[in-house]
């Protein structure tokens, strides 16, 4: 019994070493970009003592050991610098770009879950059947189309010709759910791919589980079919759809490029776009951590989420 | 016998698979609070005809005949591995209550149900058992739950299929008094089994089933062939002077102060094995026995290499053997081999069986392949493997055959000791007592050491100069076979003695020939003459019998 309740402490006590390790690889790698953030901010005239001035007050004519417990500091009071292009401070960039990239992987991920793990579900109960080919030659056609494909193509056929939908959200500010009208195409695109996968691996898992002999058990004892589908088959089905479910969060909470560039969604994609063009590097670092911290924090509550649904699974930890 | 209650009837049953019967002409008649058998090898249609009364067949079976529950009522079962029937998922006290949630009454009944349930399956602290899920239980353990859900259902037919196949003589005892307890219940059991000895100590009738069709039926005594006494191996010369007489002689395989075990958390360690100490002789068989979870699996695997997390001394012929495969030199490889319980799991499917048994000897004695295959040839057709059966892939191969192809694979490496765990259990009485022979004759002829891992204690009387019993990762006994099967010292021995002897003892009587194999042990399979100056006289029938000294 102890062994089973230290597990998952443990798995909950490797999630802020995780974090704690994308802090220091963070600023490694900061450290390594070649060239001197003075040199880059001093202008096209680079005047010698200009340049000591920006390094004293950026202190970087501390000691390496010195800056990092300094940055770590400033991050442990919420404090991401300010951006080197327009002067703002990093986190009320990031606040602004996290609005409308958490609407859109909200409202993706609500209608995610239900879609696939009932088209997962339908299809196994028809193994063999029409509805099963057809929703399984479905998943892998439309898993082979590419975001931009698909987005662009939306785009021609409901927003410039049938004229139903906006085509961006340009306008919007970043308040997409003022306009909900925006939502529709994005969300579509977002969905096509994960619904696939996550609807194939449910799949997988259902027909595995309704041929085990426990399910067979259950229906030796008279269960309905619809009960011993849903509550006795499903949650076996689930611990790999469970895992690949994190992998699309993770994606969607990092903002993804193509889709929100395609409907010019102000999202964290964006942000991040631009902070590459710029060189504009606390942004990019804030950037960093932030999806490092949705990164490891997603995959802490998927693999926590596993450890019910497999209890006898060992979670790598 | 016959006034009870008819509460499930089978007349002229016949189920038909691709045009071959598998069931033809069976009828069972189960009565109210009275226990049926079904004895038969495997293959003679037990589990069919079981699963009939469930209602389930095979698939694109044609059925014919009648199967009856009088009153309709439900079905219980209680599989050969009850822990594969439940979810995993799902804490034991859902899957009950699921059960529970058919009959009328609210949330409170229903809790109350299970725990009666629970109770009446014999399950000590309930409240406990609820919550946790089927992993966390012992075997044992999953059975009651399984019988429990059983009672709930309110069945009024049993089936109980194989339900003491791997069990050692004390769990078996506990499935019996279970088994027991569901017919004092006015349950009628359906006993399906190959165990001849738990089949007399409970049936009321029993029905004798060979290659589908029924061959005899009655009560036990008057079906069943007489039981075989527990034969003592004599001891070797020399070694009847006490559990630690083995100064004087060569070692083979030395174990010292190993203590073993498995990390169960951070910095946290569960002990499987206490400070064990013993050896081998070369050429002398020790038998390593327990119950379930008593350690004797984990010496197996440390000795092979196969787990390195021990402290102590392992040496083989004078030279400490590396703990782990990886430190292992080829000759070490070599020198220690293991053949596992679950010889299935054990070989690559998509592979004939023989390249898999001949890459042994090229892996290991840096054999060329052609002349690899041809000596695994010779060694599987020694074990009774003929070339067209090996050229196979293991699918096509029964439990028995693939047994003794992973004996051949283990031997080819030309080992010093070989580590046989649990080999036997699997497998049905004919099967079981042609591969000990198989064994006794390998280890003659090349003076090989054997540790042999069992709970079976027939098996350990069978093959075993000495015996090793541990309880709880302890050594509690060692010492020469007869001694320690006739004049057990140690507590723990004795229960272990005494519940092996009382499946044996009871139910003598009655001559009916074995239907093809049961558990009973026919005419010698490979006779071998006495030899001179034996001080024990040999039971006759058997294959094993005393030896000489080493090398004699």
């Known amino acids: 019994m102890s062994a089973d309740r230290g597990r998952p402490a443990r798995r909950l006590l490797l999630g802020p070493v995780q974090i704690a390790a ?34 004293e007050s950026m202190g970087l004519d501390r000691s390496m050991g010195g800056r990092f417990g300094a940055w770590v500091e400033r991050l442990a009071h919420g404090d991401l610098g300010t951006s080197l292009v327009s002067g703002r401070p990093v986190a009320d960039l990031l606040a602004d770009g996290f609005g409308p990239t958490l609407v859109l992987a909200g409202v993706t991920v609500v209608l995610l879950v239900p879609l696939s793990v009932g088209l997962g579900v339908l299809a196994a109960r028809r193994e063999g059947g029409p509805v ?34 906006p085509p961006t959200a340009v306008g919007t500010d970043g308040d997409l759910l003022g306009r909900p009208a925006v939502l529709v195409l994005p969300v579509v695109v977002l969905l096509s791919r994960p619904v696939c996968t996550i609807a194939r691996l449910v799949r997988a898992g259902m027909i595995d589980a309704m041929a085990s ?4 058990h259950a229906r030796r004892q008279g269960l309905s079919g619809a009960r011993v589908c849903w509550t006795h088959a499903l949650p076996n089905a689930l611990a790999p759809a469970t895992q690949q479910l994190a992998r699309t969060c993770d994606w969607l909470l990092s903002g993804v490029i193509v889709v929100e560039a395609l409907f010019v969604v102000p999202g964290l994609g964006t942000v991040l776009v631009d902070a590459v063009a710029a060189r504009d590097i606390p942004v990019i670092q804030g950037l960093a951590l932030v999806f490092g911290v949705v990164t490891v924090s997603v995959n802490l509550v998927a693999d926590l989420v596993t450890l019910r649904l497999a209890p006898r699974v060992e979670v790598a930890a | 016998m016959s006034d009870a209650e008819p509460v499930a009837v089978v007349r002229g049953l016949r189920v038909e698979v691709g045009g071959r019967a598998i069931v033809d002409g069976v009828d069972l008649t189960l009565r109210a609070g009275r226990i049926t058998a079904l004895v038969g090898p495997s293959g003679s249609g037990k589990t069919t005809t079981a699963l009939a009364l469930l209602g389930e067949y095979p698939p694109g079976a044609r059925v014919t005949g009648e199967v009856r529950v009088v009153g309709g009522g439900a079905v219980g079962y209680v599989p050969q591995h009850p822990g594969a029937v439940l979810n995993p998922v799902r804490r034991v006290g859902v899957l009950l209550r699921d059960i529970a949630r058919a009959r009328a009454g609210d949330r409170r009944s229903h809790r109350e149900a299970v725990h009666e349930a629970l109770r009446a399956a014999r399950i000590e602290h309930p409240e406990q058992v ?11 353990q999953q059975q009651r739950v399984v019988v429990a859900q059983a009672l709930l259902l309110g069945a009024r037919v049993v089936v109980a299929d194989e339900p003491t196949t791997g069990q050692d003589a004390l769990t078996r005892q506990g499935v019996v008094e279970r088994l027991a307890a569901l017919a004092g219940e006015g349950i009628a059991v359906l006993l399906l089994s190959h165990d001849l000895d738990v089949v007399r100590r409970l049936a009321d009738e029993v029905v004798l089933l060979a290659n589908g069709r029924p061959v005899g039926f009655g009560p036990p005594a008057r079906v069943l062939p007489a039981p075989e006494p527990v034969e003592v191996r004599p001891a070797r010369a020399g070694a009847d002077d006490g559990p630690d007489a083995d100064a004087a002689t060569e070692v083979r395989l030395e174990v010292r102060d190993l203590t073993a075990g498995y990390p169960t958390g951070v910095r946290r360690e569960a002990t499987v094995l206490d400070r064990l100490s013993l050896t081998v002789a070369p050429g002398e068989c020790l038998a390593l026995v327990g119950r ?21 001394r392992i040496r083989f012929d004078g030279m400490p053997l590396p703990r782990s495969l990886r430190g292992r030199t080829t000759g070490q490889l070599a020198a220690v081999q293991y053949v596992f319980q679950d010889a299935r799991a054990s070989f690559d499917e998509g592979r004939p069986v023989v390249d898999q048994v001949a890459r042994t000897a090229v892996r290991l004695r840096g054999v060329y392949p052609d002349a690899a295959r ?5 060694t599987l057709a020694d074990l009774g493997l003929a070339a067209p059966v090996a050229e196979r892939r293991p699918g096509a191969l029964s439990g028995g055959e693939l047994q003794r192809a992973a004996l051949a694979r283990a031997l ?8 046989c765990d649990e080999i036997t259990s699997g497998l049905d009485g004919a099967a079981r007592a042609e591969l000990l022979d198989l064994l006794a004759r390998s280890r003659e002829r090349i003076g090989l050491s054997l540790v042999l891992i069992t709970h079976d204690l027939t098996a350990a009387a069978r093959l075993a100069d000495r015996i090793a019993v541990l309880d709880a990762g302890r050594l509690v006994e060692q010492g020469p076979a007869g001694r320690i099967l006739t004049d057990p010292r140690h507590m723990f021995t004795r229960s272990l003695v005494r519940a092996a002897g009382e499946a044996v003892s009871r139910g003598r009587g009655g001559d009916l020939d074995d239907p093809d194999g049961t558990d009973l042990l026919g005419p010698p399979r490979i006779g071998r003459e006495p030899s001179d100056g034996d001080r024990v006289e040999p039971v006759p029938g058997r294959a094993s019998e005393p030896r000489g000294p080493i090398g004699g």
Not at chain 1, 132 to 143: E, K, N
Not at chain 1, 213 to 216: L, Q, T
Not at chain 2, 292 to 312: F, I, N, P, V
């Open chain 1, 22 to 55: 994308v802090v220091v690889l963070i600023f490694a790698l900061t450290e390594a970009l070649p060239g001197d953030a003075a040199v880059a901010l001093a202008g096209d005239q680079p005047d010698p003592e200009r340049i000591a001035r920006i390094r």
């Open chain 1, 132 to 165: 099963d080919r057809l929703i399984s030659a479905l998943t892998s056609a439309v898993h082979a189309v590419p975001e931009f494909a698909l987005g662009v193509l939306l785009i021609t056929l409901f927003a410039l010709e049938l004229r139903w939908l």
């Open chain 1, 213 to 216: 002999p426990y399910v067979a």
């Open chain 2, 130 to 140: 609820v919550r946790r899920f089927p992993h966390q239980l012992s075997g044992g």
């Open chain 2, 292 to 312: 379930s979870g008593s350690g004797k699996t984990t010496l197996g695997r440390c000795l092979a290499g196969l787990h390195s997390g021990y402290r102590g």
């Open chain 2, 374 to 378: 041809t000596q695994a040839l010779d």
């Open chain 2, 412 to 419: 080819l490496a030309r080992p010093g000791v070989l580590v």
